[in-house]
Nanobody, 120 residues
Framework: QVQLVESGGGLVQAGGSLRLSCTAS????????MGWHRQAPGKQRELVAS???????TYADSVKGRFTISRDNTKKTTYLQMNSLKPEDTAVYYC??????????????WGQGTQVNVNV
């Protein structure tokens, strides 16, 4: 069973920064893909950023130039550095990891979510 544990959410003023972390555990190889999605009240969940095990990244247009995703494969951990935060970044942020367990079964797992609130 794959577990994803997120941390780093909280309350910040507009223009401030936060860093989210997500660590995968279980009988798994380092995830092929790791990413962050977010869901604001009344809105659909959307992709924020993702990163492959080789370091290729994808960003939503709304966060390009402000957010940076990175990962440490040895720790099975991904990070999301969020700078110049805006009130519209307020949402629950979810970590997602996809890959294979040690029995070569594919998994696609989500974290429990961490709340990010950005005040004006």
């Amino acid at each position: 069973q794959v577990q994803l544990v997120e941390s780093g959410g909280g309350l910040v003023q507009a223009g401030g920064s936060l860093r989210l972390s997500c660590t995968a555990s279980g009988k798994i190889f380092s995830p092929n893909d790791m990413g962050w999605h977010r869901q604001a009240p009344g809105k659909q969940r959307e992709l924020v950023a993702s990163i492959t095990d080789r370091g290729s990244t994808t960003y939503a247009d709304s966060v390009k130039g402000r957010f940076t995703i990175s990962r440490d494969n040895t720790k099975k951990t991904t990070y999301l550095q969020m700078n110049s935060l805006k009130p519209e970044d307020t949402a629950v942020y979810y970590c997602r990891a996809q890959g294979y367990d040690t029995g070569w079964r594919k998994y696609d797992s989500w974290g429990q979510g961490t709340q990010v609130n950005v005040n004006v």
